[in-house]
């Protein structure tokens, strides 16, 4: 959000436009991104391998329908299980094929044992720094917010959080989770295949916002409102 050119001590006004994109049309969301790990979601949410999605995707909801049914501490306890079982069995039957073929062929995970896991000083610090930019910008946005330094974007929180209430009272956190889930790996493929129509009547929705939020404004005593560049 840009920040207004004069701040009024009591109350400022975004005016609406904090919520406009700022990117250029025609842009490649898959280069915006910047970075492989980006793109590698980016390729993930929208299907481009599909077996690697489904699996991603399988995986992830069936969890998330485990914890829904049983406690956090059952479903770490039987993966951790199942995943023993397996590579115990796996080892016991590779150890019987050795005895009786008499070959040394040696540990069946050899290769996995010797990988260097280690995470080096220069990779944590660089994990911990973007982290910390994270954290403080969400710190400085909640100041703002709390302390009501601009009176419209508080009480669009307020009006989010009383919003939350009802579906709090509807929903649990799990379920939320499998709603997001369902919705990250289908609503960006709708969008892609429907674009055109979906971005004429978000914009026609965001004009309605910008409208219903200017008379809103207008209404509010102290509102400094910013003058055109």
């Known amino acids: 959000m840009a920040e207004p050119a004069t701040q009024s001590p009591y109350i400022s006004s975004s005016g609406g436009g904090g919520s406009g994109s700022t990117e250029p049309a025609g ?3 898959k280069v915006a991104g910047g970075s492989p790990q980006s793109c590698a979601v980016h390729d993930l949410i929208f299907w481009r391998d599909v077996k690697k999605t489904g699996l991603v995707f399988s995986t992830t909801l069936i969890l998330l329908l485990s ?14 299980l199942a995943l023993l079982s397996v590579t115990i069995s796996f080892r016991v039957y590779k150890s019987v094929i050795q005895a009786v073929q ?24 660089n994990y911990v720094s973007a982290t910390m930019v994270h954290i403080n910008h969400a710190l400085k946005l ?18 989010v959080m009383w919003l939350m209430t009802y579906v709090g009272a509807i929903f649990n956190g799990i379920t939320l989770l499998i709603l997001a889930e369902l919705l990250v790996f289908s609503a960006p493929v709708v969008y892609e295949k429907y674009k055109t129509q979906i971005d004429h009547y978000v914009g026609i929705a965001r004009e ?5 939020v200017s008379k809103v404004q207008a209404k509010l005593p102290g509102v400094v409102k910013k003058k055109p560049e």
């Open 27 to 29: 842009r490649d969301p």
């Open 208 to 212: 309605q916002i910008k409208s219903v």
């Open 102 to 125: 008499k070959s040394e062929e040696g540990h069946p995970f050899k290769a996995y044992l010797d990988l260097d896991v280690a995470v080096s000083s220069d990779t944590f610090h």
């Open 67 to 80: 914890l829904a049914a049983f406690s956090v501490i059952s479903v770490v306890s039987y993966l951790i």
């Open 142 to 159: 909640i100041m703002r917010l709390f302390l009501v330094e601009d009176l419209v974007d508080s009480l669009k929180l307020a009006v």
